[in-house]
C-alpha cells in the first residue's frame, strides 16, 4: 500500500468535524494496533466512525425531542382556530386571541433557542474580549424586573475573555431558572479559585436530585417541579447555557445551594485584568 495514500486518509479523518466529546476510542480497539502509520489510520477511522454514529443518534433523538416540543404549542393554535371557526358565536375572542398568542410565543421560543444552539454548536466564540464578570453581572441584573431581587456578591477585578453577549445569555438563563424555582432569595456571585473566575447562581428552592443534576441540561428536559411553576419555557435554556460555556472553554454545573436550593456554577479561565488605559498588565497575569 502506497504510504501516501494511508497519509492522506488519516489527514481527511482527522479533518471531520466531530464534536471531541464523541470521538473517545473504545479501549478494546486502542492497544492491540501497534503504532505504525497503518494501525494509527485505522485507530483514526475506526475513532471516527464510532464518533459519526453517536453524532447521528444523538441528532436523531435531537429530531425527534424537536418534533414533539413543536407539535405541542401548534396542536394548541390549531384547536384554538378550529374552536373559533366552528362556534364563532361562543367564541371570547380577546381570551381567544391570548391563548392563541401564549402558543405563538412558545414556538417562537424553542426555534429562536434552535437557532441560537445551531450557531453555538461548540464553536470557538468569535470576538472575545476580556470582560469583568462583576460588572457583566451588574449590567445583566439592572436590566432585569423579577419577582424576588436579586442578591449580589461580586469580587471584583475576576476578569475572563468572553463573547459577553453569549455569557450573558448564559446567566439570563440561569437567573430565569433560579426565579421559576427560588421561594424568596436569588443569589449570583462572582469569585476567583486559583485560576479559575466562577460564576454561581442559587436560589431557595426544591433543589435538584443529584441524579437528576446532568439530565437537566439535556436538551427539552424539564423536571416536574419546572413544569409545576412555569410551562412557558422551551426546556433548552440549561443546554444553550452549557453549550456555551464550554465553547468558551469552560464548565457549567449543578449542585447543592448553601441557601437551600439548587446552586448553578459557571467556570472560566481567568486572564489579565486590564488597566485603566485598556492596556494588559504583565504582573495582573493570572496563568
Not at 50 to 70: P, T, V, W, Y
Not at 176 to 187: G, L, P, S, T
Not at 194 to 204: F, H, N, P, R, T
Not at 224 to 250: M, P, V, Y
Request: net charge negative; glycine share 8%.
Amino acid at each position: 500500500m502506497d504510504m501516501r495514500h494511508v497519509e492522506a486518509l488519516s489527514g481527511c479523518i482527522n479533518n471531520l468535524d466531530i464534536p471531541a466529546y464523541v470521538t473517545r476510542l473504545d479501549p478494546e480497539v486502542s492497544d492491540p494496533l501497534g503504532e505504525d502509520e497503518i494501525a494509527r489510520t485505522t485507530r483514526a477511522a475506526i475513532c471516527a466512525l464510532q464518533g459519526l454514529n453517536k453524532a447521528l443518534q444523538q441528532q436523531r433523538r435531537f429530531a425527534s425531542d424537536m418534533s414533539h416540543e413543536l407539535r405541542n404549542p401548534i396542536a394548541g393554535l390549531r384547536a384554538e382556530l378550529e374552536w373559533a371557526q366552528l362556534h364563532p358565536d361562543d367564541v371570547q375572542p380577546h381570551e381567544t386571541f391570548q391563548r392563541a398568542l401564549s402558543a405563538v410565543d412558545r414556538l417562537e421560543a424553542i426555534i429562536g433557542d434552535l437557532l441560537l444552539l445551531s450557531r453555538v454548536g461548540g464553536a470557538v466564540p468569535y470576538g472575545r474580549a476580556p470582560v469583568d464578570l462583576a460588572q457583566l453581572v451588574k449590567a445583566e441584573v439592572s436590566c432585569r424586573a423579577d419577582r424576588i431581587p436579586v442578591q449580589m456578591r461580586l469580587a471584583p477585578a475576576v476578569c475572563v475573555k468572553i463573547v459577553a453577549i453569549q455569557i450573558g445569555r448564559v446567566l439570563t438563563n440561569l437567573l430565569d431558572n433560579a426565579q421559576r424555582h427560588a421561594e424568596k432569595v436569588v443569589r449570583v456571585e462572582v469569585s476567583r479559585n486559583g485560576d479559575i473566575a466562577e460564576l454561581a447562581v442559587s436560589d431557595d428552592g426544591e433543589g435538584i436530585a443529584e441524579t437528576d443534576r446532568e439530565r437537566i441540561f439535556q436538551r427539552f428536559t424539564r423536571l416536574d417541579a419546572g413544569c409545576r411553576r412555569d410551562r412557558s419555557g422551551s426546556g433548552l435554556g440549561l443546554s444553550i447555557a452549557r453549550e456555551i460555556a464550554q465553547a468558551h472553554g469552560g464548565t457549567l454545573h449543578a449542585g447543592t445551594s448553601p441557601i437551600g436550593g439548587a446552586r448553578f456554577t459557571l467556570r472560566l479561565p481567568l486572564v489579565a485584568f486590564p488597566g485603566p488605559d485598556g492596556v494588559m498588565r504583565p504582573d495582573q497575569r493570572l496563568y
